[in-house]
């Protein structure tokens, strides 16, 4: 039996589409010189302030890593944090007037690169696409394999 080819197999496929598409959104968020996870914080942002707690449980990352992540965009004057007057413990993080600008000029980029990579798929082909790409299990630990 022959081996199959790279292109006849699935995971090999989606792999190098996927380092390809990672690519080419990677440089569309260049335009505004963030980090993926950068653009990620300001998006989860954009629709309005949060707790810090509920930020980290959103973006599902530890607590501590998104302290560092705050601390750039901050830095950079893209989002803010101040205590939450009811709860002095707590912090609430909001997107600045600058962060929202940055994620504007990301998401025209975003958009155009879609454009490019998807333009060849229908609206129903695109959606068909999102679901099946739902389906795919990444995580060994959300997928029981039968085991148990």
Do not use: K, W, Y
């Not at 601390?71 to 939450?84: F, I, K, M, S, V």
């Amino acid at each position: 039996m022959a081996a199959a080819l790279p292109n006849d197999r699935l995971g090999f496929l989606l792999s190098f589409r996927g380092e390809l598409t990672g690519a080419r959104i990677r440089a569309a968020l260049g335009v505004a010189g963030l980090h993926p996870r950068s653009v990620m914080t300001l998006m989860q942002l954009a629709p309005g302030a949060m707790s810090q707690r509920d930020l980290a449980a959103a973006m599902e990352v530890d607590p501590s890593q998104l302290v560092a992540m705050l601390n750039e965009l901050e830095d950079q004057g893209l989002a803010e944090r101040r205590r939450d007057p009811a709860d002095r413990r707590r912090h609430i993080v909001e997107i600045t007037e600058t962060g929202a600008a940055a994620l504007e000029r990301v998401d025209t980029a975003v958009n155009a690169a879609e454009r490019e990579l998807f333009g060849g798929l229908t609206d129903a082909e695109q959606v068909l696409l999102r679901s099946l790409l739902d389906r795919v299990v990444v995580d060994p630990a959300d997928h029981d394999c039968g085991a148990g």
